[in-house]
């Protein structure tokens, strides 16, 4: 007889960091089925986990700022791992690491990879409005600012980056948008932009009055649709449109949740469905 499992009953529980976990991403696998997890907790350590056999098969800790680390991603044989001022890469089968990147960031905000090769990818800098493009081949300093950080900082720190579709560093089998890319603000603001021209950006909103936190994208028929949260009781969808050559935006609903705090959302590939995760309820 089939085991019945009730709701909320792990199939399994993993077991190895010391301190509160900050980050977990799923990496495929050609070699395992199940695929693989990385995890980053608060002091600093990365392990990667086996999921068909549930043990950790590689584990490093990451020297950097004392807030641990912000997000790991990668593949079974190279990991990237990000703390709040730097970004690194990790051979996982020498144990060592391939470049390490000072981005010298103000933002928890996790880093945005541009290309499917990972070796570029944007990040909030150091000071309100600054947004830096990175390649890894040139590790020493960023390659590009998007736009003027002076007209920007009215906004405040860049607290989200994504692109429709997700980014090519997370497993995704749908839709990813290889040219446009979304930026949430600290004061509310969504804007877009073509990374093949940051002297500007296309159009921008303020889709609420708290940072965003959280934002999801989904390519519509003739444009995007943007679902983003952050730390209070609602969360607001937009519209981003082209018309006649020039992009527009519009706000076109706010929802209010009963438990505050949005910490992230989750979008089908079709963009019909969306979840969100409050901070003590999905």
């Not at 980014?167 to 839709?175: A, D, E, K, R, V």
């Not at 949430?184 to 073509?194: K, M, R, Y």
């Not at 444009?223 to 050559?245: I, L, W």
Request: aromatic share 10%; proline share 4%; with cysteine.
């Amino acid at each position: 007889m089939e085991e019945v499992r009730s709701v909320g009953t792990p199939l399994f529980v993993l077991r190895g960091h010391q301190s509160p976990i900050h980050t977990i991403r799923h990496i495929h696998s050609q070699h395992v089925e199940q695929g693989l997890v990385v995890s980053g907790d608060q002091v600093g350590e990365v392990r990667l986990w086996n999921l068909r056999t549930r043990r950790c098969i590689w584990k490093h800790s990451v020297s950097g700022n004392p807030e641990g680390i912000v997000h790991a991603e990668g593949s079974e044989s190279q990991l990237w791992v990000q703390n709040r001022d730097a970004v690194s890469s990790w051979d996982v089968n020498q144990s060592s690491q391939v470049v390490r990147i000072e981005t010298l960031s103000s933002s928890f905000a996790r880093i945005l990879f541009l290309d499917k090769e990972r070796s570029t990818f944007i990040s909030p800098g150091q000071e309100p409005g600054e947004v830096l493009l990175f390649d890894a081949r040139i590790p020493s300093k960023p390659c590009l600012h998007f736009g003027d950080s002076e007209v920007e900082k009215v906004k405040g720190t860049c607290t989200f980056l994504t692109r429709a579709g997700g980014s090519f560093g997370q497993f995704s089998t749908g839709f990813v948008d290889e040219h446009n890319v979304f930026l949430g603000w600290e004061d509310g603001t969504v804007s877009l932009w073509d990374k093949r021209n940051m002297s500007c950006s296309m159009t921008e909103i303020q889709c609420q009055k708290l940072p965003v936190l959280t934002m999801t994208a989904s390519k519509l028929a003739s444009g995007f649709g943007v679902v983003c949260g952050g730390p209070g009781s609602r969360f607001s969808a937009s519209t981003f449109f082209e018309k006649e050559d020039r992009w527009s935006a519009s706000v076109y609903r706010h929802v209010k949740v009963p438990y505050g705090g949005i910490a992230e959302f989750q979008t089908s590939t079709d963009g019909s469905v969306f979840a969100g995760a409050c901070w003590d309820h999905t």
